[in-house]
């Protein structure tokens, strides 16, 4: 591995697939529990680059060492964007929570999944991928409804006056095969539509927490605690973009903070299953 | 094949280099492009590096400091990292010529190390440096006046506000609106004439692209001669005016022209043995 300071850029996986991956190393006493960076997807992804090396940095400063990693066909990984489907998505996190293990020796991986990376980890899920814990950052539940979200916004793109100022209106021809400005497969568009997050489908349940704004609730996926985002909190999900970079605020440095603490005392106060009907703990952040 | 590379104060940096390791041929290096991270607009740096690969070139893309993965480093700017990496490659990977560029602030960048580094035998000027004049407002003021009478009352609106913005800047004591070559760090107009004559003298070639996307600096093909002269005509530069695009090629055919556009620049420059220094 090369070693960019704190961090080791790596690659995992096998040849012809191979994903760029990032282990941050736990840099005070590791807590035994690990945590596997699943990225957005599209445009939120490379918008939130630096935000989650932020995060991953962080925790690793609380002594919980992350891994990053990018989807085939996605990042720096392997592959043209038309490569990705749901399957390959499924086998890369298998492959990062392997690996993640594999090079840290923790006893527990958590998965932290942000906003449209909820989609693939909870079809992970439901297929028998199994981790100690999942954690939701403003996670995407209906695919359906977002795909058709992000369709809209792409056809509003490609007839936007502010990006074609020379075309005065006269849209672009738009492409089924292109959502965001990124190249898709029609096969991971009807993926990701047909993918409901719900804890009910995930086949061994673990415990999953939920990182989010004031007042939103998930009814499908039952929280056992929530840690409520600031309201300077970077929207990873707002336009299309690819000019704005999102960052760890001071005030969403606190949650982070918060989340760390909670995961490193994981090992030593372990936890209960949640069950149906569990009130959900909310911790808002110090503003 | 894809390398990771460390580079930079204490590693710091991090790159990927693809390729053939043994290729000879300059190394285009894609610094990011604005906050985007390196793998470029739409992954458009992943791509052009597959597709060089295809033929034997090489390219490096990385992040420069605070952007991407890269963390921010007292004392090394976005020109001394990318120098670091132009060093690094050098001094580990064998490459003594290097084309750099990219879209806007990789283009700028481009720019400054050509002026001061020369193993720096190409450049990719995509948006790159430009400045206002003669033919720009011809266009604009033929664009108006083809969108006839009912666009003009808005048009006139727009220049009045913007007047009057320059006016309440100056009044606050700004003392005049920060113009874009300040903020990219660009050379004066006759300044940047004097070092583009240089560097076609010493033999760098060029591809340049100016989009729609950049209509508040570029409106024009002829622009382009008007700004840097008799040396924009050398067979050493080729530019190409796209108003049908936008600054950071959203739709994929645009990708796919820009992309087949360079791919066939640096094998033409292959072909033809780049420059002498």
Redesign the interface.
């Given at each position: 591995m090369a070693d960019a300071g704190h961090w080791l850029p790596h690659w995992i996986g096998g040849d012809g697939r191979r994903l760029y991956a990032a282990l941050h190393p736990a840099r005070t006493p590791a807590s035994g529990c690990g945590v596997l960076l699943v990225p957005p997807l599209l445009h939120e992804q490379l918008r939130s680059r630096r935000m989650l090396t932020q995060i991953a940095i962080r925790l690793a400063d609380a002594g919980i060492p992350c891994l990053r990693f990018d989807f085939l066909g996605s990042g720096d990984s392997d592959g043209r964007g038309d490569h990705m489907d749901l399957a390959s998505m499924r086998e890369d996190i298998g492959i990062a929570a392997e690996a993640l293990r594999a090079s840290t020796g923790v006893a527990e991986v958590a998965a932290l999944a942000f906003r449209g990376g909820t989609l693939p980890l909870s079809s992970w899920l439901a297929a028998g991928g199994d981790v100690e814990r999942v954690v939701l950052w403003e996670p995407v539940v209906d695919g359906a409804g977002w795909v058709g979200e992000l369709a809209d916004a792409d056809a509003a793109e490609l007839r936007s006056t502010a990006r074609y100022p020379r075309r005065r209106g006269v849209p672009m021809e738009g492409s089924d095969r292109q959502l965001m400005g990124f190249e898709v497969s029609r096969q991971l568009r009807r993926d990701l539509a047909g993918v409901q997050a719900s804890a009910d489908a995930w086949r061994h349940r673990p415990p999953a927490w939920g990182v989010l704004r004031s007042g939103v609730q998930l009814p499908s996926l039952p929280l056992q605690r929530v840690f409520e985002l600031p309201a300077d909190a970077a929207r990873m999900g707002d336009g299309t973009r690819m000019d704005g970079a999102l960052f760890v605020s001071p005030g969403l440095q606190q949650v982070v903070d918060a989340l760390a603490t909670a995961l490193a005392q994981l090992r030593s106060h372990p936890q209960p299953q949640p069950q149906p009907g569990w009130p959900e703990v909310r911790e808002a952040s110090a503003s | 094949m894809?390398q990771?590379?460390?580079f930079g104060p204490?590693?710091?940096?991090?790159g990927?280099l693809s390729g053939d390791p043994v290729s000879t041929a300059p190394v285009l290096v894609l610094p990011n492009a604005?906050?985007?991270?390196?793998?470029g607009?739409?992954?458009l740096h992943?791509?052009l590096a597959?597709r060089l690969a295809a033929h034997g070139i090489r390219t490096f893309r990385f992040d420069t400091p605070g952007?991407?993965?890269a963390?921010r480093l007292s004392g090394c700017d976005t020109q001394e990292a990318t120098l670091a990496a132009l060093d690094h490659l050098a001094e580990h990977h064998g490459v003594d010529r290097f084309v750099v560029g990219g879209v806007c602030s990789a283009a700028d960048l481009g720019w400054a190390l050509a002026t001061r580094d020369r193993r720096v035998v190409g450049l990719l000027m995509l948006d790159g440096i430009s400045f206002t004049g003669f033919w720009f407002h011809f266009a604009r003021i033929a664009g108006a006046l083809r969108?006839g009478p009912g666009a003009w009352f808005g048009i006139a609106r727009r220049l009045l506000g913007r007047t009057a913005a320059n006016a309440t800047a100056a009044a606050a004591g700004a003392g005049r609106m920060p113009f874009i070559a300040d903020e990219r760090g660009w050379p004066g107009r006759a300044e940047a004439r004097r070092q583009f004559a240089a560097l076609v003298r010493r033999g760098a070639r060029s591809l340049w692209i100016y989009t729609?996307?950049y209509?508040d600096l570029f409106l024009h093909p002829r622009q382009f001669v008007a700004m840097f002269g008799r040396v924009a005509r050398s067979s050493a530069v080729e530019m190409h005016y796209w108003?049908?695009c936008?600054?950071?090629f959203?739709?994929?055919?645009?990708r796919d022209r820009l992309l087949g556009t360079i791919e066939q620049w640096m094998l033409t420059q292959e072909r033809a043995g780049w420059s002498a220094r």
């Open positions: - | 894809n990771l590379v460390t204490d590693q710091h940096l991090v990927i604005g906050l985007i991270p390196r793998a607009p739409f992954r992943v791509e597959e952007v991407g993965e963390p969108r729609g996307g209509a108003p049908d936008d600054h950071t959203y739709a994929r055919q645009h």
